[in-house]
């Protein structure tokens, strides 16, 4: 059964965020909150993890689009190819923030996803998700827990997201009542930035 854990955002506790992410580190799967919905991830470095993740979403995982949560714009370069000025100003606009956005991959990707040409790239503007993205030394993958309800596509109430994945994955975060709006994914890959879904990010870049 999975590990409940209840962090703050405005000081996530460091004993809990470390306990987190032992558990993480030790290839398990964890749901936590963002700036946006509650997401599902793992340890980017561990294949057996990233399996799991894949068949949760019923995903071949060299397929699949998940994105990497990273603690701030520093890992940039770990994953993905030199971006020129005009993208990286947009980035560090926009981020810390509700966006994901789609960057051209590097050979540094893991081996999972070496023919992937490009990379999803999230950096939160939540407390908790960074402290434990900083805490692991790595990104983390991040990918939307949906809900079956048709009305609720987002479920935002950690306790009842507890029931439900208990069994499923090993821990779950308590980072309060999350939102319901994913992020607004924007493709950096060409020439001019291509909005591929509007979400909670503003479009105003």
Request: proline share 6%.
């Given at each position: 059964?999975?590990?409940?854990?209840?962090l703050y955002e405005e000081n996530?506790?460091?004993?809990?965020?470390?306990?987190?992410?032992?558990?993480?580190?030790?290839?398990?799967?964890?749901?936590?909150?963002?700036?946006?919905?509650?997401?599902?991830?793992?340890?980017?470095?561990?294949?057996?993890?990233?399996?799991?993740?894949?068949?949760?979403?019923?995903?071949?995982?060299?397929?699949?689009?998940?994105?990497?949560?990273?603690?701030?714009?520093?890992?940039?370069?770990?994953?993905?190819?030199?971006?020129?000025?005009?993208?990286?100003?947009?980035?560090?606009?926009?981020?810390?923030?509700?966006?994901?956005?789609?960057?051209?991959?590097?050979?540094?990707?893991?081996?999972?996803?070496?023919?992937?040409?490009?990379?999803?790239?999230?950096?939160?503007?939540?407390?908790?998700?960074?402290?434990?993205?900083?805490?692991?030394g790595n990104p983390i993958i991040?990918?939307?827990?949906?809900?079956?309800?048709?009305?609720?596509?987002?479920?935002?109430?950690?306790?009842?997201?507890?029931?439900?994945?208990?069994?499923?994955?090993?821990?779950?975060?308590?980072?309060?009542?999350?939102?319901?709006?994913?992020?607004?994914?924007?493709?950096?890959?060409?020439?001019?930035?291509?909005?591929?879904?509007?979400?909670?990010?503003?479009?105003?870049?």
């Amino acid at each position: 059964m999975a590990e409940y854990i209840k962090l703050y955002e405005e000081n996530p506790n460091p004993k809990d965020v470390k306990r987190a992410i032992d558990i993480v580190r030790g290839g398990g799967l964890i749901i936590y909150p963002s700036d946006t919905v509650y997401a599902l991830g793992c340890d980017i470095t561990n294949n057996r993890a990233l399996e799991k993740v894949a068949n949760i979403k019923n995903v071949k995982l060299a397929k699949a689009n998940f994105s990497f949560v990273c603690e701030d714009l520093s890992n940039l370069s770990d994953y993905v190819k030199q971006i020129d000025s005009t993208t990286f100003k947009i980035l560090k606009r926009a981020l810390p923030g509700p966006y994901t956005f789609i960057l051209p991959g590097n050979n540094n990707l893991p081996t999972v996803f070496k023919k992937k040409k490009e990379v999803g790239i999230r950096v939160p503007d939540n407390n908790i998700t960074r402290a434990l993205v900083k805490e692991l030394g790595n990104p983390i993958i991040s990918t939307s827990i949906k809900d079956e309800d048709e009305v609720i596509e987002y479920t935002t109430d950690p306790e009842l997201i507890y029931e439900k994945w208990m069994n499923i994955v090993d821990v779950v975060i308590d980072g309060g009542y999350g939102d319901n709006v994913p992020s607004t994914v924007i493709d950096l890959t060409g020439s001019e930035p291509v909005l591929i879904r509007e979400g909670k990010g503003s479009l105003e870049i």
